[in-house]
């Protein structure tokens, strides 16, 4: 990809728009920062941006953007956003970080998407490829300015989401992966449908060589795995045409149910691999920092693309032994007086708020609500109402939370204020064995910076809960 000269516009300026920048700039391009925000508001950025040669457009985006040659959008910037359908009107090109990290690496992507699981999963794969790869994207750090650190000959593990799978066009991931499909992002994307054609973006380039891991237990994810099979994968979004299919790539299935006709299974206590050469015992499942069956099928999609690129099972083994909670995904953050308190802040749909709740037999009091996405909260009422012994909400979905629960039969509902009040009234009526769970269903926005700050807050909650009574801390 030659920029060299390139009029470049970078719509958004936080992490992904600056490593675009960084990026391009370094390349030769001219580059445009735009930014709705003001100055005042963009000073840590603008920190950050140091003397780097580029220019600005704050507080809105003005008429300076459409006159570049190519339009890249940072993944906080949806394709439905007005001057975006303008730019794709005028035929100007429109990209986001994932097409322009894959034109520049020099290495295949393995790219992992899904509503759940997808930092797990590819932090397995990732432990189980070791120095050979190298893992980025949505995860943690951006792509663009990771993909030069590959080795030769290695892979890059790529977290992606729907919003950076939205402004994608020729990206052929040489395997990808798909966890499940759950409604998300609802308020993002105006129906299912169109966050099912983002996912099923991810697929859209591949053909024979390459790797499609998919699940088999999650209805959406089967949906797509047949739509690839047959090649009718849907549409995509308004002046972003579906390409031509090529031939389908190769497809293995991911169960923690049943056998399946192609990949891995758990049954027996043991995962199983069903391949070319007939079936094989690959691994006894017992590896306490991956709890619930959700983390189960995490590890069988990762050992699917660990044994397709032939991937000893001793460092199979060793990636499943070594892996503990990450960050904010059902972290243990402290057993004051013998109550587990665990922060899955980064649960911020109703899919993975289940999960959580169906990792555990001991009685669970829930902390949940935050940013109400427009998702239902029907079926996760009903679960709250068998799995929780108490719900304690707050932020902007309390309301909605709580009825869907009390629908299903829930009587224990407390409302709060403030995440610090849910802490405490949560261990004034929690015994030692029980667990208080942070698993929101909801983003964080309305109240925190991101979930980062929420599952950070809270951990400092549970610290001062040694400090004096409830009541006293802070």
């Excluded at 709705?36 to 003397?51: C, K, N």
């Excluded at 040669?53 to 940072?74: A, C, F, I, M, T």
């Excluded at 994810?221 to 549409?235: F, I, K, M, V, Y």
């Excluded at 044994?307 to 099972?313: A, D, E, M, S, T």
């Amino acid at each position: 990809m030659n920029l060299a000269g390139t009029r470049v516009a970078v719509l958004g300026m936080g992490r992904s728009g600056l490593a675009l920048a960084r990026e391009l700039s370094g390349r030769g391009a001219r580059v445009l920062l735009s930014d709705s925000r003001t100055r005042q508001e963009l000073l840590p950025a603008l920190e950050e941006l140091g003397d780097l040669p580029v220019d600005l457009d704050l507080g809105g985006h003005s008429e300076e953007v459409l006159r570049r040659d190519l339009l890249v959008l940072s993944p906080g910037v949806p394709v439905h956003h007005p001057l975006v359908q303008e730019a794709l009107r005028r035929g100007l090109p429109v990209m986001g970080e994932v097409e322009i990290a894959w034109r520049l690496s020099q290495v295949p992507f393995i790219a992992v998407t899904g509503t759940n699981g997808k930092s797990t999963t590819a932090t397995l794969i990732h432990r189980m490829l070791g120095e050979s790869s190298i893992l980025a994207g949505n995860i943690g750090n951006p792509l663009v300015g990771e993909v030069a650190q590959a080795p030769p000959g290695g892979f890059v593990v790529a977290e992606v989401s729907s919003f950076q799978l939205e402004t994608v066009h020729g990206f052929r991931p040489r395997v990808a992966v798909l966890t499940n499909l759950t409604p998300d992002h609802l308020d993002r994307h105006p129906d299912l449908e169109e966050y099912f054609a983002a996912k099923a973006r991810l697929f859209a380039r591949q053909g024979p060589g390459d790797l499609a891991v998919i699940s088999w237990d999650d209805p959406q994810a089967d949906r797509l795995a047949r739509l690839l099979e047959s090649r009718t994968l849907p549409g995509w979004l308004p002046g972003f045409p579906a390409p031509d299919l090529p031939a389908c790539p190769e497809v293995l299935r991911f169960s923690v149910r049943e056998p399946v006709h192609r990949g891995t299974w758990y049954a027996e206590g043991a995962l199983w691999h069903r391949g070319p050469d007939g079936v094989e015992r690959l691994l006894d499942w017992d590896f306490p920092g991956l709890p619930g069956p959700h983390n189960l099928a995490n590890s069988l999609a990762a050992v699917a693309v660990a044994r397709w690129l032939g991937v000893p099972i001793a460092a199979m083994r060793a990636a499943l032994e070594s892996h503990r909670p990450l960050h904010h995904r059902m972290e243990e953050v402290g057993r004051p007086g013998g109550v587990l308190f665990v922060d899955d802040s980064k649960g911020t749909n109703p899919g993975s708020v289940q999960a959580a709740l169906e990792s555990y037999s001991s009685p669970v009091h829930l902390i949940a609500g935050g940013k109400d996405k427009g998702t239902d909260f029907s079926e996760l009422g009903r679960c709250i109402a068998r799995r929780a012994r108490t719900l304690l909400v707050l932020g902007e979905a309390a309301g909605r939370l709580a009825e869907s629960a009390r629908a299903a039969g829930m009587t224990d509902i407390i409302s709060c204020a403030s995440l610090q009040e849910a802490v405490e009234a949560a261990w004034k009526i929690a015994q030692p064995g029980d667990v208080v769970l942070l698993s929101p269903a909801c983003a964080s926005f309305d109240m925190f910076r991101n979930a980062e700050e929420r599952g950070r807050l809270f951990a400092l909650a549970v610290r001062r809960l040694a400090e004096g009574p409830p009541g006293t801390a802070g």
